[in-house]
């Protein structure tokens, strides 16, 4: 048996995402909570002839409860997305309580489980969702991820769009966190080896870094990434399987990730069945990317804090 859950499956991410997911045959169970529409969601995809069986809850008699035990991997697509002139941290108001109570849920109610973190801001979203483990005693550092895998797809296509390459030959290592300058491209280790003038890579870093305001200025007060955030998503959750499941080795995928995951430090993942099995360094970084990395510490710094702050300073557990 293997249980995924979508924990805001009704929204613009969730039902792409729960879509995507349900066509992964690995999975075996696919439980999609939200506070809306979520049954609608789980009859419609359950008419597909895929493994997964489907099922649909709302918050009352125990939705959430039920929907999380005895999940494998817990996706989190929950919360409001941007309007064009907010930044990501604007959405912490609204967003870390929302995360903050279904974390509480997967403390209670699925403390094995791997849990993916794509609701923004996800620099702050991801500590909240690692203190409210910690309070509960059941943080396993290895299982808890902030998926940044929409900036590796960016990447990727960005990269191919300027040289001509096929986009999905191309990989580009993209450390940090998500959002503006904390999203770090390491353009120097794209594989297979790129040749880019300064003047190319200054655009390509900044297009990546700032991709997601492109979809949130187009979408016009429509919200922001859905439909190539829900790929993304299922991209990570099928290396996730793959690792986990199926044991395959050797898998890579960057991830915004506790360090205690690997205390030898460093940003891209190596993951086995245990989650995270080591955290490869940064690599032969050039000194531009050395500045990228230092302008994105001390706002990485302050983002972590602040979700650190929000379950310390007494958000109710
Ligand atoms: N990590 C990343 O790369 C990306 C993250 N995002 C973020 O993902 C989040 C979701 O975006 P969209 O799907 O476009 O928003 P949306 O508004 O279309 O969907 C959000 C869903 O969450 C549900 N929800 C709200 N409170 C809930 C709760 N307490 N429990 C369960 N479900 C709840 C809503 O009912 C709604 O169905 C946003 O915070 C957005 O910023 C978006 C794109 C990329
Ligand atoms: O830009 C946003 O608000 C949504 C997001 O995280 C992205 O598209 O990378």
Request: proline share 6%.
């Amino acid at each position: 048996m293997v249980k995924a859950v979508v924990l805001g499956a009704a929204g613009g991410i969730g039902q792409p995402l729960s879509l995507l997911l349900k066509l992964n045959e690995v999975i075996t169970e696919l439980a999609l909570y939200d506070i809306v529409n979520s049954p609608g969601v789980a009859a419609d995809l359950s008419h597909i002839n895929t493994p997964a069986k489907v099922t649909g809850y709302l918050p009352p008699n125990d939705g959430l409860k039920n929907a999380l035990t005895g999940a494998h991997l817990i996706v989190i697509p929950a919360g409001v997305p941007r309007k064009p002139g907010m930044t990501r941290d604007d959405l912490f108001k609204i967003n870390a309580g929302i995360v903050r109570d279904l974390a509480t849920g997967i403390a209670q109610h699925a403390p094995n489980a791997y849990v993916l973190v794509i609701s923004n801001p996800v620099n702050s979203t991801v500590p909240i969702v690692v203190e409210v483990l910690k309070k509960h005693g059941v943080f396993d550092p290895k299982k808890v991820f902030g998926v940044t895998t929409l900036d590796v797809v960016r990447a990727s296509t960005f990269t191919s769009s300027i040289s001509g390459s096929a986009p999905q030959g191309v990989r580009v290592p993209v450390v940090g966190g998500h959002s503006g300058v904390t999203i770090i491209p390491l353009l120097s280790q794209i594989s297979p080896r790129h040749e880019f003038t300064h003047e190319q890579i200054e655009a390509l870093t900044k297009r990546i870094q700032f991709g997601g305001d492109e979809v949130v200025k187009a979408k016009d007060g429509a919200g922001s990434a859905t439909l190539s955030m829900a790929q993304a998503g299922a991209r990570f959750s099928s290396s996730i399987l793959n690792a986990t499941v199926k044991g395959e080795a050797g898998i890579v995928e960057p991830s915004y990730v506790h360090l205690d995951a690997d205390k030898e430090g460093g940003s891209q993942l190596r993951k086995t069945p245990s989650g995270v099995a080591k955290i490869n360094s940064l690599g032969d970084i050039n000194e531009y990317e050395k500045k990228l990395l230092e302008a994105a510490i001390p706002e990485l710094r302050t983002n972590i804090n602040k979700g650190v702050s929000f379950i310390a300073d007494g958000s109710k557990l």
